[in-house]
Structures are given as C-alpha cells and as structure tokens.
C-alpha cells in the first residue's frame, strides 16, 4: 500500500471525512496538522496551490481535498492509484 500523507486541521468536517474514508478502507497515513502552524499552512500552500484542508497525497501525487479523494473513490480509482503508487515504490 502506498504512503499516505493527509494535512489536516482538528475540527475540519472534511478532514474527519477524509481520514474516515481512508481508515474505512484500511488505508494507513500519515497526519500532519498545520492548526496554529502559518509556516507549515504556507509551505503546503506554496506546494499545493491551495489554502484549504485537508490536502492529501499519495505518495508525491497530489489528489487533493476530501471532494476530489471521495470522487476518486467513487469512480473506483482510488484502490488502483493506491496500488499503482506502492508498485513504484
């Protein structure tokens, strides 16, 4: 299974979505929260191109917020890329 990383905030509705999700699917990541940390929220911004969490990542392709996770998983790709990125690693 691929790494996993999800930038979170500790009261974002969609962050909670977003790791429910994952651990639903028994997904291991790793959490980092930039609550309260401008330079870390400004670097994942400067990586990103976004200011919202939860930004998440498999491991170096970014997939985005919880909407674009959740599309991925509805349209079935989600275990593909997740499988696809741990082949490469």
Do not use: N
């Given at each position: 299974?691929?790494?996993?990383?999800?930038?979170?905030?500790?009261?974002?509705?969609?962050?909670?979505?977003?790791?429910?999700?994952?651990?639903?699917?028994?997904?291991?990541?790793?959490?980092?929260?930039?609550?309260?940390?401008?330079?870390?929220?400004?670097?994942?911004?400067?990586?990103?191109?976004?200011?919202?969490?939860?930004?998440?990542?498999?491991?170096?392709?970014?997939?985005?917020?919880?909407?674009?996770?959740?599309?991925?998983?509805?349209?079935g790709r989600l275990d593909d890329l997740l499988e696809q990125d741990?082949?490469?690693?």
């Open positions: 299974m691929s790494d996993v990383t999800i930038y979170t905030k500790p009261t974002c509705p969609y962050c909670i979505a977003a790791k429910t999700l994952l651990r639903r699917k028994g997904v291991p990541f790793r959490e980092i929260s930039v609550e309260g940390d401008a330079r870390g929220a400004a670097a994942l911004a400067q990586r990103t191109g976004r200011r919202t969490v939860p930004q998440i990542f498999i491991g170096d392709l970014h997939v985005g917020g919880f909407d674009d996770l959740h599309a991925l998983d509805m349209e741990a082949a490469l690693s």
